[in-house]
């Protein structure tokens, strides 16, 4: 939201002293996010004038069209040859004879240091330069010089004040809960409250407008007085549509960040920008019929004025007439019935739309507009025909015609009324605020308060305030008009003994054991949609694809909360390939949701609401809980690329299936759990002779390998890209909440390697098992260092390499200690699973 400052001060007094930024940093006081302060012409410097062009010669002969023009400036600023005029060279075609035009004089600087002199181009010394938007930084437009309408001002004025030089403009970020700032009108009222400034209303001033002429005004009708509850129909006839719009109206508009387009469609902009109200003009003479106010029917489309074709849904709010759909309610017109440049009739719609109706439409057809925003957010109620009076008058001024008259439908309304403890501020602020001061910020809002008793206060919201449903919504605006900044920072201080809970711990014990291993991580957004799945070809009765879906998802493609988090990573790890990192490490460790037996995947229609005025009981938590789906904790990982460079140290290393097994033993000895690694299930998107089933105390807690050839080229992924997912939640479950710390022995290590021959299909992981078993208490680590399948071991056999190190706690361990507990290990693995001691 973009303010010239200029235009709010119309309607507060604020103090002379008071720099834009100060004012910025007032507002800032009271809750509104401040983005930037933008001074307009900043850049420029000299001597800006509104010239009248009395002649123009066309020049011939050269690469591009070029005019040679006699401008009259003024005598105070005229050439001395030629007193109040000057000969500029202007290649710019939307100008004529008679126009008045803004003149930079020799000497000016304009914006990127820009100095105009005068010099003689194409056989004539120009002296000057005619200006466009862009030229003095005024906007984008390039297309032409500016022309000031006749009576903007007089010749050699200073063009700085008619082109809003000098002037500053905020620029601001509206949240959802404050678009009651959507408007100069909104914006000047918190002034008015922070300066404690009388403020002019803009809004609920009905202009007086000319008596109706005979004929009919055009009918309205509403069929859901629940969706709209206040529309405003005013005729307008006659109309000019050559009129062109007054500059200091099209100078706001492009201010505030909209782009002139015609009278008819300025003045219902500058209106909504000015009161908050969004309006829209039909051409009447296109209507067939009333305007009537209803919900979609089956099969029915809309073209939009962007010349989009859309389905319509049977939940949209439309506005049509006996053809059918002419526009979505509060978001945007048909094309249609689109003011255009013959229209000479009028239809002005002022109304009040159902903000839920109109935010689920605007987001069902992703389709975000001015008039959205602001009924999505909430709308004074009332202001319809006010606002609609005020921009008929300024069609009526200047586009010209008669007025034939206003039709309009209303459904009651009944005021909404909050009651509020009067020492509710000062509990949930910590600070001390009297009544006097909790009732004084509550009218300064607009609202009636009242005294109901026992220490409550009555208030009835402004109708500009459809937000303020709540006490705590009360409450907000009560320390918000006190400042923000008045309520002190005060740190809870920790309860001693108490800290991170084993499982934070464990989680941070994880994320630096993988960062310290060439990670990064990574955090992705935790949203998933079935083409995320169809890309790793999950099949149908996968149960990851049984989302919990959104009731308002930030995007139509991603619905649901995700099942598992390696669609979000392996497109982090696509992201960066694509953008030539190719060589990519990722982790990331973040909660996935699964759906219990019976749980509906659009979730609880009308949960349990426990009250906010006291902690809910045991008997609500419980209930709320069991509404939730199951929510553990998962890590993954994902490579693609090299693992170890290549240097002059020698040639690197892929990455491998091999590298996202050994992320997962990492994680498991950062957490305190052995990890068995085995052949097993091959869920997709895995390839299914590239990957590990993972396990602990026999359970599977997840996979890793490669990413299946298939699934790789559907999500555009590397080839041989490797990922690992693991149940990070069973992990830290099975470890307890103690560690055991292995002592340190100051002993030497006694080091045994042994070769054992077993059947193709055993896992590596059950022969070590075994050997630990049956090593006893002086085995101080096993790892496997090579694997052999030939000739030499028999045909359906494998050869598995183990180093074993043994140490004592208390002493150097004998030659023959170490022997026996080296011959027990191999016993137990011969009967565990028939290994063999290779010769």
């Known amino acids: 939201m973009r303010v010239p400052l200029s ?9 002379s002293t008071e720099s834009p930024e100060s004012v910025g940093e007032r507002l800032v006081t009271a809750g509104l996010e401040l983005e930037s302060v ?5 850049d420029v410097s000299g001597t800006l004038v509104v010239g009248h062009v009395r002649s123009i010669e066309e020049l011939t002969g050269f690469k591009k069209p070029i005019r040679w023009c006699q401008v009259e400036v003024g005598a105070a600023h005229g050439h001395p040859d030629t007193p109040g005029v000057r000969g500029i060279i202007c290649g710019a075609r939307n100008f004529v004879e008679g126009d008045l035009v803004v003149v930079a004089l020799a000497g000016s600087v304009l914006p990127g240091g820009f100095e105009i002199a005068s010099r003689e181009t194409y056989g004539h010394i120009s002296d000057g330069m005619i200006c466009s938007e862009r030229e003095l930084g005024l906007g984008d437009d390039h297309d032409g010089i500016i022309v000031l309408p006749r009576g903007t001002a007089e010749v050699g004025d200073d063009a700085g004040p008619v082109l809003g030089l000098g002037d500053a403009v905020l620029e601001f970020s509206i949240t959802p809960d404050m678009g009651f700032c959507l408007s100069m009108r909104g914006i000047a009222r918190e002034l008015a409250h922070l300066y404690d400034v009388p403020f002019r209303d803009p809004g609920l001033e009905l202009v007086e407008l000319p008596a109706p002429v005979a004929g009919v005004p055009h009918e309205c009708v509403v069929d859901d007085l629940e969706g709209c509850d206040l529309f405003t129909l005013r005729t307008i006839v006659g109309f000019d549509p050559k009129a062109p719009s007054p500059y200091w109206m099209k100078r706001r508009l492009s201010m505030s960040g909209m782009r002139p387009v015609s009278l008819a469609v300025d003045i219902t902009n500058y209106v909504m920008l000015e009161t908050g109200q969004p309006l829209h003009a039909f051409d009447r003479a296109k209507l067939q019929g009333p305007i009537v106010v209803r919900r979609a029917g089956a099969g029915e489309t809309l073209e939009t004025l962007d010349h989009v074709e859309r389905g319509l849904d049977s939940a949209d709010l439309l506005i049509t007439d006996d053809r059918g759909p002419i526009g979505l309610a509060g978001t945007m017109g048909g094309l249609q019935t689109e003011i255009d440049d013959d229209t000479s009739e009028i239809a002005l719609e002022a109304a009040h739309f159902l903000a839920p109706a109109v935010a689920h439409m605007s987001r069902r057809h992703k389709l975000s507009s001015e008039a959205a925003r602001r009924f999505e957010r909430g709308v004074d109620h009332v202001l319809a025909p006010y606002a609609s009076a005020r921009a008929a008058a300024l069609l009526l001024q200047h586009g010209g015609g008669s007025y034939v008259g206003m039709t309009a439908v209303e459904a009651a309304h009944e005021p909404v009324v909050v009651e509020m403890a009067v020492d509710l501020p000062a509990r949930v602020a910590g600070i001390a605020i009297d009544r006097t001061t909790v009732v004084e910020r509550l009218a300064a809002i607009g609202a009636d308060v009242q005294d109901a008793g026992s220490g409550v206060l009555r208030v009835t919201p402004p109708t500009w305030r459809p937000d303020l449903t709540d006490p705590a919504d009360l409450v907000e605006e009560v320390l918000r008009l006190g400042g923000y900044d008045s309520i002190p920072a005060t740190l809870p201080s920790a309860p001693a003994g108490f800290g991170l809970t084993p499982a934070q711990r464990a989680r941070r014990r994880v ?35 049984s989302l919990l879906l959104l009731a308002n998802p930030l995007s139509d493609e991603q619905p649901g909360m995700r099942t598992t988090l390696l669609p979000g990573l392996l497109a982090t790890l696509r992201r960066n390939v694509g953008r030539g990192t190719t060589d990519v490490a990722l982790f990331e460790a973040g909660s996935v949701v699964r759906l219990r037996d019976g749980q509906d995947a659009r979730g609880v229609s009308d949960p349990p609401r426990p009250s906010v005025a006291g902690r809910p009981s045991d008997e609500d938590i419980a209930a709320l809980e069991g509404l939730l789906p199951d929510q553990p904790l998962h890590v993954a990982v994902a490579l693609a690329g090299a693992r170890e460079p290549d240097g002059w140290w020698g040639t690197g290393a892929p990455a491998t299936w091999a590298d996202a097994v050994e992320a997962a033993r ?3 000895r950062a957490v305190g759990v052995d990890l068995e690694v085995r052949h097993g299930s091959t869920p997709a998107p895995w390839h299914p002779g590239r990957c590990a089933e993972l396990a602990v105390g026999g359970t599977v807690v997840g996979h890793a390998g490669e990413i299946a050839p298939k699934a790789c080229e559907t999500a555009g992924l590397p080839r041989r890209t490797a990922a690992m997912e693991l149940d990070l939640g069973a992990l830290i479950a099975a470890a307890g ?10 002993y030497p290590v006694a080091k045994e390697d042994v070769a054992l021959v077993v059947a193709a299909e055993v ?48 002493r150097t361990l004998k030659v023959d200690e170490v022997a026996a507990a080296r011959d027990a290990a191999v016993a137990a693995a011969r009967d565990a699973v028939g290994a063999v001691l290779r010769g």
């Open 7 to 15: 235009w709010v001060r119309e309607y507060v007094d604020l103090p």
């Open 38 to 42: 933008h001074h307009l012409g900043a």
């Open 511 to 545: 994320g630096r054991a993988l960062a310290a291993d060439g990670y990064v991580e990574s955090l992705a957004y935790p949203f998933l949609g079935q083409a995320d799945l169809d890309a790793l070809r999950l099949p149908a009765d996968d149960p990851r694809r």
């Open 666 to 668: 990492l994680v498991a």
């Open 737 to 746: 909440d103690v560690v055991a710390a292995r002592p340190i022995s100051t």
């Open 763 to 810: 896992p590596a992981s059950s022969v070590q098992a075994a050997l630990v078993s049956g090593a006893g208490p002086l085995l101080e680590s096993v790892r496997l260092f090579d694997v052999y399948a030939g000739e030499q071991v028999g045909e359906g056999r494998k050869s598995l390499a183990y180093a074993l190190r043994f140490r004592a706690p208390d």
